[in-house]
Structure formats: structure tokens, C-alpha cells
T-cell receptor, first 112, second 115 residues
């Protein structure tokens, strides 16, 4: 069964802390892995990772993919209260049409 | 349009009634997805449309759920004889042709409450 598993499911930190969110996947014909941030309703896109070992970076956020071990991590440094959200990981997979499967998300709460 | 548009944003319905949720994807996007997100849960895939191909309905939880996409654009998700467990946010997303590996863009969702 194709699946994406995220850990931890929830995390509480204080402003300034660094956090690492984990995502492992088991899918057929993997294409790429995506990270989204969901604050209210609509998830917003953060990163898409297709190649192993190449870090993608945007400000205080960074992410990397390991296609051998089938996982990805999302790092957030110097966390701020505005980083509080659910972070979703998703895997593109499949044949000619493909599909996108999501993990359950990690709920991050950053305390002042 | 500028983004994925969904309506209604909120819907309260009585158990047993039918509901229709609408999604208007980004202009030019050939792929359209419906997901369901229950409180505190991840996104559960429901159905996927890609151009004129037969839709992937593998995620629909029961035969009470159906969806159509008219003219390759607007999509309607219909839930018949709603049950309380159908209460969730229903998210629609669209993307350009997936073979190019593009990301998908989400609408704001339709929050369905079945009472």
C-alpha cells in the first residue's frame, strides 16, 4: 500500500528554537516529494524535491530528500510564532497520470 | 481565474440531505483533485481528473460520493444522503499537466458540517 508517514504528529517549541520535521514514503514509481504549510484551510506550497541530496532553501526553511532511505526532512531555524502551522508532506507517484498522496501532517506550535 | 475557487466556503446540512460542492480550477490547468480533511487529520485523496482521461475514483469512500468535471474545467463533488462522518473540509486543487512535475495549488476549501 502506498503511504506517506510524518513524524512527529505534533511539536511545541519556543521562539528561536530549530525544528526538524520528518517524512518517510513508500510509493510505487516515485516522482517527487512536496512540502506544504497549512495555517487555515488552503495548504501553501513550500518545496518540491526530486533529486537526492540537493538541499532546497527558502529563508529559514530548508529541505532535503534521501531517495535511498525514502525520506525527507524539513528544517526550520530560529522559529517564529508565525511558523505555527500544520506542515504537510506529499509524494508524487505513479504511472502516466500519477497521483499525490499526503501524510497526516505535523502540527507545529511555536510559543513566544 | 487567479486561483482555485471553491464554493460554498461553509455548508451546514441535515443528515440524509444531498450536497454539492463546486470547484473552479486555475485557468489552463488540466489536472483537478478533490481531497477531504477531517479535523486534525491529513489530506485524504478522493478523486482526480486529468484532461479527457477517465477520472481516478479510487479514493471515493462510498457510492454516496461522486464527482464530475464539465468541459475540462469546473468540477462538482456530490455527496448523497450525507452522514455525520462526512463532516470535513473538502479541498480542491489543480495543476498543469502532471508529467512536468508541477506542484498543485489548493483552493480555500468547503467546510461541510452534517448535523
Amino acid at each position: 500500500e502506498d503511504k506517506v508517514v510524518q513524524s512527529p504528529l505534533s511539536l511545541v517549541v519556543h521562539e528561536g528554537d530549530t525544528v526538524t520535521l520528518n517524512c518517510s514514503y513508500e510509493v510505487t514509481n516515485f516522482r517527487s516529494l512536496l512540502w506544504y504549510k497549512q495555517e487555515k484551510k488552503a495548504p501553501t506550497f513550500l518545496f518540491m524535491l526530486t533529486s537526492s541530496g540537493i538541499e532546497k532553501k527558502s529563508g529559514r526553511l530548508s529541505s532535503i530528500l534521501d531517495k535511498k532511505e525514502l525520506f525527507s526532512i524539513l528544517n526550520i531555524t530560529a522559529t517564529q510564532t508565525g511558523d505555527s502551522a500544520v506542515y504537510l508532506c506529499a509524494a508524487w507517484y505513479g504511472g502516466s497520470q500519477g497521483n499525490l498522496i499526503f501524510g497526516k501532517g505535523t502540527k507545529l506550535s511555536v510559543k513566544p | 481565474g487567479a486561483g482555485v475557487s471553491q464554493s460554498p466556503s461553509n455548508k451546514v446540512t441535515e443528515k440524509g440531505k444531498d450536497v454539492e460542492l463546486r470547484c473552479d480550477p486555475i485557468s489552463g490547468h488540466t489536472a483537478l483533485y478533490w481531497y477531504r480533511q477531517s479535523l486534525g487529520q491529513g489530506l485524504e485523496f478522493l478523486i482526480y481528473f486529468q484532461g479527457n482521461s477517465a477520472p481516478d475514483k479510487s479514493g471515493l469512500p462510498s457510492d454516496r460520493f461522486s464527482a464530475e468535471r464539465t468541459g475540462g474545467s469546473v468540477s462538482t463533488l456530490t455527496i448523497q444522503r450525507t452522514q455525520q462522518e462526512d463532516s470535513a473540509v473538502y479541498l480542491c486543487a489543480s495543476s498543469p499537466r502532471i508529467s512536468s512535475g508541477n506542484t498543485i495549488y489548493f483552493g480555500e476549501g468547503s467546510w461541510l458540517t452534517v448535523v
